[in-house]
């Protein structure tokens, strides 16, 4: 893949935040940090877990160093399609957090075009709560998410919510906006 493509990867990706996440408050946090413009979208390239490990470890660091941006999306188009080898950089992305003495100060969220609970079937549409057009890791300042969460009514409730709102409108519903965001050319 050519850095060519970044435009119209970041433009999908923006797509999924506003016609998904934001649409249907799947993150109820979401809203303010999209019309403040604080979401930081980042496409790498490499299909290497390696190099993708390296990008996220300097996006961690830019964000130690630029307050203003609130959160950060780290989209990972190649190398990680498969789910379980996004697990296995899921994983691997947690422990060079906690290597690198972040641990408490960001968490990651994922996010993957194949999501799948543990406990759930591929064509739950409880899936499409995590699912997205590109793998992803959402790089979330933890004292933000204590703030967010202090000042919202029973966030225990967020997942709950989501997935039963995600069931209701079906798996065909969240799949015919995600094949309408990939038509997004930039």
């Given at each position: 893949?050519?850095?060519?493509?970044?435009?119209?990867?970041?433009?999908?990706?923006?797509?999924?935040?506003?016609?998904?996440?934001?649409?249907?408050?799947?993150?109820?946090?979401?809203?303010?940090?999209?019309?403040?413009?604080?979401?930081?979208?980042?496409?790498?390239?490499?299909?290497?877990?390696?190099e993708?490990?390296?990008?996220?470890?300097?996006?961690?660091?830019?964000?130690?160093?630029?307050?203003?941006?609130?959160?950060?999306?780290?989209?990972?188009?190649?190398?990680?399609?498969?789910?379980?080898?996004?697990?296995?950089?899921?994983?691997?992305?947690?422990?060079?957090?906690?290597?690198?003495?972040?641990?408490?100060?960001?968490?990651?969220?994922?996010?993957?075009?194949?999501?799948?609970?543990?406990?759930?079937?591929?064509?739950?549409?409880?899936?499409?709560?995590?699912?997205?057009?590109y793998p992803?890791?959402h790089?979330?300042?933890?004292?933000?998410?204590?703030?967010?969460?202090a000042?919202?009514?029973?966030?225990?409730?967020?997942?709950?919510?989501?997935i039963?709102?995600?069931?209701?409108?079906?798996?065909?519903?969240?799949?015919?906006?995600l094949?309408?965001?990939?038509k997004?050319?930039?």
């Open positions: 893949m050519t850095t060519d493509l970044i435009p119209q990867i970041t433009a999908q990706t923006k797509a999924w935040v506003d016609q998904v996440i934001v649409q249907f408050n799947l993150c109820p946090f979401a809203r303010r940090e999209v019309e403040q413009q604080t979401i930081h979208y980042q496409v790498e390239t490499s299909a290497d877990i390696a993708q490990l390296q990008a996220l470890l300097k996006l961690i660091q830019e964000l130690d160093t630029q307050p203003d941006i609130a959160t950060a999306l780290l989209i990972l188009p190649n190398g990680v399609s498969d789910f379980d080898d996004y697990l296995d950089l899921v994983d691997y992305a947690e422990r060079l957090l906690e290597l690198e003495g972040y641990d408490g100060v960001y968490q990651l969220a994922t996010f993957h075009p194949e999501y799948q609970f543990a406990d759930s079937d591929a064509d739950d549409a409880a899936n499409y709560t995590n699912r997205a057009p992803m890791l790089v979330l300042r933890e004292d933000s998410v204590a703030n967010a969460l000042s919202y009514t029973k966030p225990e409730r967020i997942p709950e919510r989501n039963d709102f995600a069931r209701q409108k079906g798996a065909d519903f969240f799949a015919k906006i094949d309408d965001i990939a997004i050319k930039s």
